[in-house]
């Protein structure tokens, strides 16, 4: 199957499976309501107990400045092929937002050498129904030609603003992604 380097379609899905296990055995810190870490906990554990963590939101943009939106797999362990306006994820014990912020852009768009991403702002993201999380939002521009990882993204497309925010309220968007978006554009004053 092209970009997973498998040749039939049981392998890639063997592939992907071994990538959601890996991804529930990674390492957080567990944050308290002041993101002070105050243990560290197995990916999957974090989630199914509803314990706060850290992750980072970067606004990918091109040369053109359209936007790098995506759907998520089928295997992700939240928010399955639900669609996201930034990449992003958990960061890991001990990480820095700065450094998980750089990896996870790099990782999902399936570049290097991106610039660092520039810090915006962070926010505390509560849905109230145990999913909880320090949330950096961060920005950076990418002007190379992406492939992102088969393991994370269904789809991909980049978008203007315009075509994004005619979206919004049409497709099924990750609701952290979303409120992410929503302060973003208050923080550019576009709300």
């Known amino acids: 199957m092209t970009g997973t380097g498998a040749e039939h379609p049981s392998d890639a899905a063997d592939l992907l ?3 959601a296990a890996r991804s529930a055995e990674e390492i957080l810190d567990v944050v308290d309501e002041h ?10 554990e974090v989630y199914a107990r509803g ?7 970067v606004e990918a943009r091109d040369a053109e400045d359209r936007i790098f939106v995506h759907r998520r797999t ?13 990449v992003g994820g958990v960061v890991g014990a ?6 998980a912020a750089l990896r996870e852009a790099e990782e999902e768009l399936g570049v290097s050498g991106l610039p660092q991403p520039e810090f915006l702002f962070t926010f505390l993201y509560d ?14 521009r990418c002007e190379q030609p992406v492939r992102p990882q088969p393991e994370e993204v269904a789809w991909h497309a980049f978008l203007t603003e315009e075509e994004l925010e005619a979206r919004v309220g049409v497709w099924d968007w990750v609701p952290d992604g979303l409120a992410a978006h ?5 923080f550019r004053g576009r709300a």
């Open 182 to 186: 929503h302060r973003l554009r208050e």
């Open 94 to 99: 001990g990480e820095s937002y700065e450094v």
């Open 127 to 140: 849905d109230g129904a145990g999913h909880s999380w320090w949330s950096a939002v961060y920005q950076v």
């Open 17 to 19: 499976a071994a990538h």
């Open 35 to 44: 993101d002070r870490v105050v243990g560290r906990r197995p990916r999957g």
């Open 74 to 86: 089928a295997t992700k362990l939240v928010y399955p092929s639900l669609y996201d306006m930034f």
């Open 51 to 57: 314990l706060r963590h850290r992750c980072v939101f």
